[in-house]
């Protein structure tokens, strides 16, 4: 069984620019959440998706959207950087939605100048 | 509006004793709560979690206390070791689709 991964490790990027993000989920899991966590705070919930799917969303604009792959890997977009999208963003897989254990990645240090 | 309160903040305690940390949540119908360890620099790890329909979970020094009534979850740390401190989250589901985070205790257990 392998765990949760997510690339790249770190990324700089400057104000504007667009950014993707990678996570594959734990073997046998379909769903992938995806959360920011600014430093000192806790990990905000930004959407899950399930089979492909989004299911649930938190309060983040559009220019935060995401993917989900056949094979429940998963991809974090964002739009149009700001300095305030500086963050470790972090995915957790599950076996069926936020009700269930969730495991987390190891995240990406995503630093916008 | 959805909401996960937590205190304390800090938290400092001497090896041997014990530690609480209380959270608080706003949406009656969540049902999942689940605690999360993060050691500085590393992914947030889950410790224990509790469903609604029970009150009380233990696991080895570790247990969770649940109050449906007053919307209120503890985690209680007994013979606290110098490898516990870390930073602490409890989180509390929104309906099947939302986990929303409280926003931390800072636990140091001085030897």
């Known amino acids: 069984e392998t765990g949760v991964t997510q690339s790249p490790t770190h990324l700089i990027k400057t104000r504007g620019q667009q950014v993707t993000l990678r996570c594959s989920s734990q073997?046998?899991?379909?769903?992938v959440s995806w959360y920011q966590q600014a430093l000192g705070q806790g990990p905000q919930f930004i959407f899950q998706y399930y089979r492909e799917e989004e299911n649930g969303r938190g309060n983040f604009p559009p220019r935060f959207s995401g993917l989900q792959f056949p094979n429940y890997s998963s991809e974090l977009n964002v739009n149009a950087l700001e300095l305030d999208d500086s963050a470790l963003y972090l995915c957790?897989?599950?076996?069926?939605?936020?009700?269930?254990?969730?495991?987390f990645g190891p995240g990406t240090r995503l630093t916008v100048l | 509006g959805e909401n996960v309160e937590q205190h304390p903040s800090t938290l400092s305690v001497q090896e041997g004793d014990s530690a609480v940390i209380k959270c608080t949540y706003s949406?009656?119908?969540?049902?999942?709560f689940p605690w999360y360890k993060q050691e500085l620099g590393k992914r947030p790890q889950l410790i224990i979690d509790?469903?609604?329909?029970?009150g009380e979970k233990k696991d080895q020094r570790i247990a969770v206390t649940l109050n449906k009534t007053a919307k209120h979850f503890s985690l209680h740390i007994t013979e606290t070791q110098p490898e516990d401190s870390a930073v602490y989250f409890c989180?509390?589901?929104?309906?099947?689709?939302?986990?929303?985070f409280g926003t931390g205790t800072r636990l140091q257990v001085f030897p």
């Open positions: 989180a509390a589901s929104i309906g099947t689709d939302k986990l929303i």
């Open positions: 073997s046998g899991h379909n769903t």
């Open positions: 509790i469903r609604s329909n029970v």
């Open positions: 949406d009656s119908a969540s049902n999942y």
């Open positions: 957790a897989s599950s076996l069926k939605g936020v009700a269930d254990t969730q495991y």
